[in-house]
């Protein structure tokens, strides 16, 4: 079954905001007292059933609610931004899919991109975690600086992958379950001697994601998959 988004079912909006209203009359051709499954992308899903067909607002009133529980191991990337976006795009994308709880994204040293809009990528991640299935909607945050980011972050497990051919610390060895994890993944040019003597300074440990060098969004969704197998 199609699943639809509605941030504010809890507040007890129970409408489809246009573009999901004109999906769900328009093209899947439902009509009313047809049955809709929704996410509030904040853990719950919601069996619904429509109680008038307004392709530009389409009511629905609520049967069910189930709740889903939160992944115990909360996975947090702050990643540098690729100059060309169709890249982070579809980096976005597949870490949504894989079950990313937080995405930042850096401005640092070596960064191509120093400007980004959400909401373009906003509206990826929500149609990915529809079409993967998933109740809970990852957080995204506005660019910062790397700088700016090590004074204010927290987490129980820092990392920051570096290409350092001499570092033998592996990410999948030393993340931990039932922890929060984050790491950092640098721009195309990878982060400046100051930012990874920064990071170090600020508690994070330097690690590999495998022999290869990998691209900026590679090395993304290496580091989601490595989070997810704890």
Request: net charge negative; charged share 30%.
């Amino acid at each position: 079954m199609q699943l639809f988004y509605q941030p504010n079912i809890p507040e007890r909006i129970h409408y489809l905001d246009d573009e999901e209203s004109r999906h769900a009359l328009k093209v899947l051709r439902l009509t009313e007292d047809s049955e809709i499954q929704l996410t509030d992308g904040k853990g719950s899903f919601y069996q619904a059933k429509i109680t008038k067909a307004n392709p530009k607002k389409c009511e629905f009133e609520i049967i069910n609610q189930s709740k889903e529980t939160p992944n115990a191991t909360f996975r947090h990337l702050a990643i540098a931004p690729t100059k060309n976006l169709d890249r982070i795009e579809w980096f976005l994308e597949k870490a949504v899919e894989l079950g990313i709880d937080r995405i930042t994204f850096l401005n640092c040293d070596h960064s191509e991109r120093k400007i980004l809009k959400l909401d373009r990528l906003e509206k990826k991640a929500i149609s990915a975690m529809k079409q993967s299935g998933q109740a809970f909607l990852p957080q995204l945050d506005e660019m910062i600086t790397l700088k700016s980011f090590l004074k204010e972050t927290k987490a129980n497990h820092k990392f920051i992958a570096y290409v350092d051919f001499g570092n033998e610390a592996h990410l999948k060895d030393l993340v931990q379950s039932d922890q929060s994890n984050l790491i950092l993944i640098g721009p195309e040019g990878d982060f400046s001697p100051k930012e990874v003597e920064l990071a170090l300074e600020a508690g994070f440990i330097k690690v590999s994601l495998g022999l290869n060098r990998l691209r900026t969004e590679t090395a993304g969704i290496a580091a989601v998959h490595l989070m997810n197998l704890v």
